[in-house]
């Protein structure tokens, strides 16, 4: 599900929480109290495959994984280290919850900067209380601004965590099916090649390309039938859902931008919403035959909503006609994207679309 799809959050680790100014050390603090607790609760693979009462379901989708581990390495060319070769369960139901935010009557996401990491979109934390509670604060600070909390399966410290076992596969998301499972790690490896300061659509726009392109592969390769058509149906929804909410993405644009004022920009908002509300439900009761798995998404849409939906998906098209103008080469690909990624924002955007 998009809402809960992937997002970087980086810890930024003791020099950051150092640095950081009075109002950041708490929130820089459990970023890195919370990641540590989680590495510490990973376990090798390898152990606990030689384990013999290891839940049988589990135990198919550890071996799944080191599977789908292999192959972003030898076919995918994504980095090769030590992420994705442990496990943790969490007991709890996401890696993190990220705060987001956007203004009353404008798409453009709130942003938040800090040492090390730079400006992101978003805001995560280790607890969920915390993230509600700190969501409400936005929403009592500025009560035109709307705030989403969403549930994050997994996030990637791009690398940076080798040293202490790399990021760990998580009960979060190890029970997805095949080709989520898939585009899930493929997504979150992509985020070691190249990352943009700074830049939160260019970078997940960038690994949702390798996770579309790279579960695809996968699937026609190494996928059973029964996959591949699991895969096909949730993908089939996927994109019809990306169909229709792009689709109202840009009316609700077209309002914010237009001369009217605010009194009317509102009144435009509320009837595209309904609206927007309305085309879910059909297309849920006459296409999908009653799936519900957006239900959670169509009932709390608002502009955050619609800030992250752009995050994940903007650049993807210009991000996959890069693929293919660099002869669907893997290794060239990268290197393109690693180049694109140090250019300055503006340029680097120019660049990637102009072709």
Same mark, same amino acid.
């Given at each position: 599900m998009i809402g809960r799809r992937l997002a970087i959050l980086l810890v930024a680790g003791l020099a950051a929480v150092l640095v950081a100014g009075c109002g950041q050390v708490g929130y820089l603090a459990q970023s890195l109290n919370g990641h540590m607790r989680m590495m510490s609760a990973a376990e090798p693979v390898s152990t606990l495959l030689a384990r013999p009462d290891l839940d049988p379901k589990l135990r198919e989708r550890l071996q799944l994984s080191q599977r789908l581990r292999d192959y *972003?390495?030898? $076919? @995918? #060319? @994504?980095? &090769? +280290? +030590?992420?994705y070769r442990r496990y943790a369960d969490l007991h709890r139901g996401a890696a993190v919850w990220n705060v987001i935010a956007a203004p009353e009557l404008s798409l453009k996401a709130k942003t938040w900067c800090y040492p090390i990491m730079g400006c992101v979109a978003y805001r995560g934390y280790f607890d969920q209380a915390a993230a $509600? !509670?700190? !969501?409400?604060g936005l929403r009592e600070d500025d009560e035109h601004l709307e705030v989403m909390v969403g549930p994050v399966p997994a996030y990637s410290t791009l690398g940076w965590s080798t040293w202490l076992g790399g990021d760990p596969l998580l009960n979060t998301f190890i029970g997805y099916p095949e080709g989520e499972l898939a585009r899930m790690m493929f997504h979150e490896l992509a985020h070691q090649v190249a990352y943009a300061d700074d830049d939160t659509t260019f970078n997940e726009s960038f690994a949702t390309a390798v996770e579309r392109i790279g579960a695809a592969r996968w699937l026609k390769a190494r996928g059973s039938e029964a996959a591949r058509e699991t895969y096909e149906r949730g993908n089939?929804?996927?994109l019809q859902f990306r169909a229709l909410t792009d689709a109202y993405r840009v009316k @609700? *644009? *077209?309002?914010? &931008?237009? *001369?009217q004022d605010d009194e009317a920009?509102? !009144? !435009?908002?509320? #009837?595209?919403?309904?609206a927007l509300r309305e085309d879910y439900a059909k297309l849920k009761a006459e296409e999908w035959g009653g799936y519900s798995g957006y239900d959670d998404w169509f009932a709390r849409a608002n502009n955050a909503s619609f800030a992250l939906l752009s995050a994940y998906g903007e650049l993807v098209p210009a991000f996959e006609a890069l693929f293919e103008r660099e002869g669907e080469d893997w290794p060239r690909f990268y290197a393109e994207v690693k180049r694109l990624a140090k250019l300055p924002k503006a340029e680097r955007r120019s660049q990637l679309e102009s072709h």
């Amino acid at each position: 599900m998009i809402g809960r799809r992937l997002a970087i959050l980086l810890v930024a680790g003791l020099a950051a929480v150092l640095v950081a100014g009075c109002g950041q050390v708490g929130y820089l603090a459990q970023s890195l109290n919370g990641h540590m607790r989680m590495m510490s609760a990973a376990e090798p693979v390898s152990t606990l495959l030689a384990r013999p009462d290891l839940d049988p379901k589990l135990r198919e989708r550890l071996q799944l994984s080191q599977r789908l581990r292999d192959y *972003a390495i030898t $076919e @995918l #060319h @994504l980095p &090769d +280290n +030590n992420s994705y070769r442990r496990y943790a369960d969490l007991h709890r139901g996401a890696a993190v919850w990220n705060v987001i935010a956007a203004p009353e009557l404008s798409l453009k996401a709130k942003t938040w900067c800090y040492p090390i990491m730079g400006c992101v979109a978003y805001r995560g934390y280790f607890d969920q209380a915390a993230a $509600e !509670a700190y !969501a409400r604060g936005l929403r009592e600070d500025d009560e035109h601004l709307e705030v989403m909390v969403g549930p994050v399966p997994a996030y990637s410290t791009l690398g940076w965590s080798t040293w202490l076992g790399g990021d760990p596969l998580l009960n979060t998301f190890i029970g997805y099916p095949e080709g989520e499972l898939a585009r899930m790690m493929f997504h979150e490896l992509a985020h070691q090649v190249a990352y943009a300061d700074d830049d939160t659509t260019f970078n997940e726009s960038f690994a949702t390309a390798v996770e579309r392109i790279g579960a695809a592969r996968w699937l026609k390769a190494r996928g059973s039938e029964a996959a591949r058509e699991t895969y096909e149906r949730g993908n089939q929804r996927r994109l019809q859902f990306r169909a229709l909410t792009d689709a109202y993405r840009v009316k @609700l *644009a *077209a309002v914010y &931008d237009s *001369a009217q004022d605010d009194e009317a920009k509102r !009144a !435009a908002k509320a #009837h595209t919403m309904q609206a927007l509300r309305e085309d879910y439900a059909k297309l849920k009761a006459e296409e999908w035959g009653g799936y519900s798995g957006y239900d959670d998404w169509f009932a709390r849409a608002n502009n955050a909503s619609f800030a992250l939906l752009s995050a994940y998906g903007e650049l993807v098209p210009a991000f996959e006609a890069l693929f293919e103008r660099e002869g669907e080469d893997w290794p060239r690909f990268y290197a393109e994207v690693k180049r694109l990624a140090k250019l300055p924002k503006a340029e680097r955007r120019s660049q990637l679309e102009s072709h």
